[in-house]
Nanobody, 128 residues
Framework: QAQLVESGGGSVQAGGSLRLSCAAS????????MGWFRQAPGKEREGVAG???????LYADSVKGRFTISTDNAKNTLYLEMNNLTPEDTAMYFC??????????????????????WGRGTQVTVSS
């Protein structure tokens, strides 16, 4: 049974950094298209970053240059390195995995519907 478990969230001041981890079990991360999403209270879930099976990555404009998505295939784990955090980054962060075809994923990586498996999330809070 596929399972994703996020960790690494916490509270930091603006300008700080965090590294989120997403440990996968029941499937191989390298064979799936993976993504990070976030959801703030009262807002829709939004795509933050995605990575395909060839390690090509895509980012939301709001995080480009600050966040980096990566995988460690040996550990079957997905990561999100977050730097220069702002209060606007405060949200619950979720990792997700999907197997839609590459072209379709590249066009829809930021949509929750592009993914089949989800973790339960880890909270990130950034104070000013």
């Amino acid at each position: 049974q596929a399972q994703l478990v996020e960790s690494g969230g916490g509270s930091v001041q603006a300008g700080g950094s965090l590294r989120l981890s997403c440990a996968a079990s029941g499937f191989t991360v390298s064979a799936y298209r993976m993504g990070w999403f976030r959801q703030a209270p009262g807002k829709e879930r939004e795509g933050v970053a995605g990575i395909d099976t060839r390690s090509n990555s895509l980012y939301a404009d709001s995080v480009k240059g600050r966040f980096t998505i990566s995988t460690d295939n040996a550990k079957n784990t997905l990561y999100l390195e977050m730097n220069n955090l702002t209060p606007e980054d405060t949200a619950m962060y979720f990792c997700a995995a999907g197997r839609i075809p590459g072209i379709a994923w590249a066009r829809n990586w930021y949509r929750p519907t592009a993914y089949d498996y989800w973790g339960r999330g880890t909270q990130v809070t950034v104070s000013s």
